[in-house]
């Protein structure tokens, strides 16, 4: 298989997965919203590692920036103010998965979390709730300012985590 379609394949395969993976919550109603958060989040950034690994910046940086679109059509994201910042915490993960995984995969899954969250909790926590959110309505601003803080963190540690695992069994079955 030639290297384009290769790429193609994977991503589309990931990107297949990440929406599967997002609409757990329309399927699964009854879990709580916090439940919710950590169990799609993980996954989210589950696939987002992969494929970063396995197919590059590119693949990742596909996944990172359609999944906070996907959950804004699927309802899931309140206003479409926060794709962008969800999309550029989603990169910087994307990204330095991919440039470290094969030097180090712990420091490579490590780092990108921490500066996932960093990104994360500086755009919405920081930027979009004080300029362009300053009058939604209290409620909205303090479940915003829980949900883009240290469970971003949470969730990047344990998608990083159970990558690493189907990482490593990918790439013993897997022949590039």
């Known amino acids: 298989m030639n290297k384009s379609v290769r790429f193609i394949t994977r991503t589309a395969i990931l990107l ?3 929406v599967l993976f997002q609409s757990l919550r329309v399927w699964i109603p009854i879990m709580p919203a916090n439940v919710s958060q950590y169990v799609v989040g993980s996954l989210v950034n589950l696939c987002l590692i992969v494929a970063a690994v396995m197919t590059g910046i590119g693949g990742g940086l596909i996944i990172a920036v359609a999944a906070p679109i996907i959950a804004l059509i699927q309802g899931f994201t309140p206003s479409p103010v926060l794709v962008v910042p969800i999309a550029l915490g989603n990169i910087v993960l994307a990204v330095v998965a991919s440039l470290l995984y094969d030097k180090n ?5 490590v780092s990108g979390a921490v500066l996932k969250f960093i990104a994360l909790y500086i755009g919405v926590v920081k930027i979009v709730l004080p300029f362009f959110l300053p009058n939604a309505p209290d409620k909205m601003r303090a479940v915003l300012s829980v949900q883009f803080s240290w469970p971003q963190l ?19 079955v897997i022949r590039d």
């Open 105 to 109: 995969p712990v420091l490579a899954l």
């Open 16 to 18: 297949a997965l990440t």
């Open 154 to 172: 949470i969730t990047a540690a344990i998608g990083g985590t159970i990558a690493i695992g189907v990482l490593v069994a990918l790439k013993k």
